[in-house]
């Protein structure tokens, strides 16, 4: 009896109240957005298109989570989506490629960052945060050996696929011409679901998703468990880096164009919306419902500032790290309450 | 043979003495990039001497350049460094905090008339309190000082901006181009003698106060130095708002070298730079023992291996690559895996010799 | 061992209490913030919600402005020119849109306008191409766009309404025009004029403009055109270009910057290279010649540092204001709106330039008239 109310609280201090507060944050600000932005929110279009647009933000999220559940960070993901980007379209408009060419570009740009990163850091044991940054670096630079000037891509087949929709049922409204429009995600969006289905699955119930959990917990006793420290450790690199190489294909797809500046702070976006999700940077906690929310939450915020009719764009930057520090320090607070107890 | 033994073991023991010496890795990367362009073209050491606009002497050329914008980097290495000892991690947030400062500074001088020593005294008041609240997300909180940094970075340039309502005011006082120029007359760069200054500063308060040997204590072992007397949450505090000292003298040579700001673009990734110079001085940069001279030797080199790239026409975009490569080859190499590895390796070669 | 369990237990339950109370004080330290951003993000706009709500007018016209960003006073100046035309006394409702330099960003607000069923959609377009589906989507929904400022490169030209912004080709040749008249009037041969050009962020319209002006003027006139290279219409950029440019060159006496910006960093890489910027070419001076007209530029054009200064004219507003009125009036717009621009300078020689069959007086720029622009 106690020892089942012991385990159910213990859940709640960990993953799942930090997970609420998310959930009911993002909750309560659409609302305050309905009640602030007027007629736009309230039509279901307006929330997919936060969705269209953050759909390789919530990839990458995901595999930052996965890192940061292991006790690592990945902040190279933002330069991989642009030098994936880059890449896809220099081969799509200056080599005549084709689509299925470049999605193997982009898994291939992923997995050797991910192969070379996870190696750094679990078998050479370097700082994550040191080696995703030259990471980081090396792939914004390379993308502009790659090339320098930024271009739309306009391989027909691409297009088309860029362009396609995929009709939500039952969402759409009446435009300002009395016709009725269907509601639309674009191919990324149900990437990105699938991604956070598969890796949900995994966590919660593989045994590969424990070991993740154990690592980042408590990686000495998790090697006393048995369980090969390094290869977990590599393979969470590896994973993250190559969901950064898909979240870069979908951010491709969405944007249809490859510069330089593609993706700039989305790997500290992704850092955000899984500390908002209720990851913990210590490691051992976190949960991809909660990143999922976390990226919403995170765009919605822009959404609303930016649609505020404010044109002083910082106050975006300044409430996402207001929100950022809010989330670090109930964090450290609840950390610090769990270790003193 | 005994000699000829006893010879080997002598000169290969003073080789390993040199080179365990922690300034040794950034003396050798000086060196091997300054040959390096000594082949490449001797030209890259041509120093000219001439007059500039305020018809005062100034000597030009790659060095002076290198010793130039490399004092930005010395003196945010020194803060660096005892942040990186103390603390285990590294302040991301410094180009963000610099165009904070450039910013205060531009608002006191341009919005309020203030002279120029006040606009920077706030604008080092400013900073230090930034310093400040990274010190008591790091120190207090207990967060990662990488992503309490993160805060500031992320929000650092918006704030700059909102300082001064995204107006780019320009200096107009000729004077104050001195600070990131020439003073008339002298014909080194002054941020020269800025570094000099805050380094030779540092040093004197490293070796007269306690402030380096608590540091080293706290990053080495904090339960242990806790248990002998020390405040670890109050050294890591202090170190942070030492960086934000230097940062603010940082952006008065920013601000002063293009008399205005650019918010998003001034110093932009320097922090990478800076935390590449502690890097490269062979300091951990998991905290613990530490060497400002070698973080600023360190620190020159960066600003040789930049000046280097640009020469050869490497386009600053693509600099960060080549950057990049340069950080994992240094971690990689005094990772202590790696080290250990070479060293047995190093033993069983000597061992099959001795056989 | 059963006093241990009851000690956890305990411990368990004292844990559980905390965390409500926790949870509470999250809870309500969220709802401090949220209010915080709410508050922020509405503290212009709460009236206009409340009024939204309560007179759904129909006279008053609902516009939504995408803005590339504010990256630059020339833009800045571009923005509250529109606030100012689009003001609620003028019975207007404008929403506002910043992009932050980023095309996505722009086309998700134009969905965003779509949305809000908005009555006119302006546009100025970070970059040229790519906005066919976005702009079909505004066209089905029956919003008709004007694009502001820079271009858009769309086969359908019917999916916006106008297009209002500047001639940058006509403000290049302008400049060029000008230093071909200088050099005549002053009996420079071309052959002596050795030109550099710090180009504006490649792809955009006006460096497409002013570089292609610069190319056929040189071509005509016979100028030594030595080098082009982008200096991304930033300062420190252009510093570092025309620093390598000094280094390689040693004849050069006219730059060609595409915007103030670049001028500012090629006077002080002139500058810190021991030359002297000004318009005596023929006595080792380096000539600037720039666009733009911002405040700083003309300040430096006032004191001599910069020859010429062609304006771009960002007070674009009561410009669009009128052409929205025209069309609420059944009226019909060009397709292509021109804005006036002049050139300023502080050298006399030159009083007058002609390109085809029209002349454009230079304005002498003084004090007064520095002091009487807004920008």
């Known amino acids: 009896m106690s020892s089942s109310n012991q385990s159910k609280r213990k859940k709640i201090t960990d993953s799942n109240l930090l997970l609420t507060i998310t959930i009911v944050v993002f909750f309560l600000m659409y609302i305050g957005a309905i009640l602030f932005q007027g007629k736009g929110f309230l039509k279901p279009q307006t929330f997919f298109n936060i969705l269209n647009a953050n759909a390789a933000l919530l990839i990458l999220s995901c595999g930052m989570s996965l890192v940061m559940i292991t006790g690592g960070i990945d902040i190279s993901v933002g330069g991989v989506t642009a030098l994936v980007s880059m890449c896809c379209a220099v081969y799509l408009d200056f080599h005549d490629g084709n689509v299925l060419g470049a999605v193997a570009i982009a898994l291939a740009i992923g997995l050797a960052f991910g192969i070379v990163q996870g190696f750094l850091v679990a078998y050479l044991d370097i700082q994550p945060f040191i080696v995703s940054l030259a990471g980081m670096f090396f792939a914004r630079g390379m993308t502009t050996i790659v090339n320098t000037n930024p271009f739309n891509v306009a391989n027909p087949e691409f297009v088309a696929m860029k362009d396609t929709r995929i009709v939500v049922p039952g969402m759409g409204s009446i435009n300002k011409l009395g016709k009725y429009v269907n509601a639309y995600v674009e191919i990324g969006v149900i990437v990105a679901i699938l991604v956070v289905i598969v890796l949900f699955i995994i966590l919660k119930w593989t045994r590969l998703g424990r070991y993740f959990y154990a690592v980042g917990g408590n990686s000495q006793s998790a090697l006393m468990l048995g369980i090969n420290v390094k290869r977990t450790k590599f393979l969470s690199h590896l994973i993250c880096s190559f969901l950064a190489g898909i979240g870069g294909f979908v951010y491709f797809m969405h944007v249809g164009s490859g510069a330089a500046s593609h993706a700039m702070g989305a790997e500290m976006n992704a850092i955000a919306s899984s500390i908002i999700g209720g990851t913990m940077l210590t490691g051992g906690v976190g949960n991809i419902i909660g990143t999922f929310f976390g990226v919403l939450s995170l765009s919605t915020i822009q959404n609303i500032v930016s649609s505020a009719g404010l044109d002083q764009a910082w106050w975006t930057g300044i409430t996402i790290a207001a929100m950022l520090c809010l989330f670090l320090v109930v964090q450290s607070v609840v950390m610090t309450r769990k270790n003193k107890k | 043979m005994q000699t000829k033994k006893s010879n080997y073991t002598s000169i290969s023991e003073m080789l390993g003495k040199l080179v365990k010496q922690q300034i040794f890795i950034p003396v050798a990367a000086l060196l091997l990039l300054a040959i390096f362009n000594l082949i490449a073209d001797p030209g890259f050491y041509k120093i000219s001497y001439g007059v500039n606009s305020a018809g005062s002497p100034v000597l030009s050329g790659y060095l002076m350049t290198i010793l130039d914008y490399g004092s930005e980097l010395a003196i945010l290495a ?86 001064n309502n995204n107006e780019l005011p320009i200096v107009s006082d000729p004077k104050f181009a001195y600070l990131g120029g020439f003073i008339p007359g002298i014909p080194i760069p002054t941020p020269f003698f800025i570094a000099a200054a805050v380094v030779i500063i540092s040093l004197l308060v490293l070796r007269f106060t306690n402030l380096g040997l608590y540091t080293q204590a706290v990053g080495i072992n904090e339960s242990s130095s806790r248990l002998n007397g020390l405040n670890p949450a109050f050294i890591k505090f202090i170190t942070f708002v030492i960086l934000g000292l230097c940062v603010a003298v940082v952006g008065l040579i920013k601000v002063s070298r293009l008399s205005t700001i650019n918010y998003s673009v001034i110093a932009k990734d320097i922090e990478m730079d800076a935390i590449l110079a502690v890097a490269l001085g062979g300091n951990a940069l998991g905290g613990g023992k530490f060497n400002l001279a070698a973080s600023i030797i360190g620190a020159y080199v960066i600003q040789f291996l930049t000046t280097t790239l640009y020469k050869f026409n490497v386009q600053s975009d693509a600099l960060p690559a080549y950057k990049a490569v340069v950080v994992i080859f240094l971690v990689v190499i005094s990772a202590p895996v790696v080290r250990d590895y070479i060293s047995s390796i190093g033993k069983k070669i000597s061992h099959k010799e001795v056989a | 061992m059963t006093n241990f369990k009851t000690s956890r237990y305990n411990e368990t339950i004292s844990l559980g209490d905390g965390i409500v109370k926790k949870s509470l004080l999250c809870l309500s330290l969220v709802a401090v913030c949220l209010l915080g951003v709410v508050y922020f993000g509405s503290v212009v706009k709460v009236d206009d919600a409340i009024q939204l709500e309560e007179d759904v007018t129909p006279d008053g016209i609902v516009i939504g402005f995408s803005q590339l960003g504010a990256e630059s006073d020339w833009r800045t100046a571009n923005t509250e020119s529109m606030k100012a035309a689009f003001s609620e006394e003028n019975g207007y409702e404008l929403f506002f849109d910043d992009g932050q330099q980023k095309q996505e960003n722009q086309i998700m607000a134009i969905r965003k306008f779509i949305l809000q069923e908005v009555d006119y ?118 510093r570092e270009v025309m620093g390598s440019f000094l280094r390689k060159y040693d004849n050069i006496n006219v730059v060609y910057c595409e915007n103030d910006n670049e001028a500012f960093g090629a006077i002080e890489a002139i500058e810190s290279a021991g030359r002297k910027v000004g318009s005596d070419i023929q006595n080792g001076e380096i000539m600037i010649l720039s666009f733009d007209t911002t405040k700083a530029g003309l300040t430096d054009t006032l004191n001599g540092k910069i020859a010429l200064d062609t304006e771009c004219n960002p007070l674009l507003g009561p410009r669009v204001e009128s052409m929205i009125q025209k069309i609420e009036n059944g009226e019909t717009i060009e397709k292509k709106v021109y804005v006036e621009e002049n050139i300023f300078s502080t050298d006399k020689s030159v009083k007058m330039i002609s390109i085809g069959n029209t002349g454009y007086p230079v304005t002498i720029i003084t004090q007064d008239i520095l002091d009487s622009r807004t920008y």
């Open chain 2, 78 to 163: 020194v803060g660096m460094t005892l942040v990186t000892a103390s603390s285990g991690g590294q302040d991301i947030s410094v180009g963000a905090a610099i165009a904070i400062a450039g910013s205060v500074m531009l608002k006191f001088i341009c919005g309020m008339n203030t002279p120029v020593i006040i606009a920077f005294l706030a604008a080092c008041v400013v900073s230090m309190f930034f310093g400040a609240f990274n010190g008591v997300l790091v120190a207090h909180f207990k967060i990662q000082p990488m992503v309490a940094t993160l805060i500031l970075y992320t929000a650092g340039r918006s704030i700059a901006a909102w300082i």
């Open chain 3, 121 to 238: 959609i302006l546009l100025a377009p970070v970059k040229e191409t790519g906005w066919e589906t976005v702009l079909q989507e505004a066209k089905d929904a029956g919003i008709p766009v004007i694009i502001v400022d820079r271009m858009v490169d769309v086969a359908d030209e019917s999916l916006y309404v106008s297009w209002v912004g500047s001639d940058f080709e006509l403000e290049g040749a302008k400049a060029c025009e000008w230093l071909n008249t200088y050099t005549k009037v002053k009996n420079i041969p071309p052959e002596e004029i050795h030109i550099v050009n710090i180009q504006g962020t490649i792809g955009a319209s006006a460096q497409i403009g002013r570089t292609a002006s610069l190319e056929t003027a040189a071509r005509k006139n016979g100028w030594n055109l030595l080098a082009m290279k982008s200096g991304e219409y930033t300062q420190a950029k252009a």
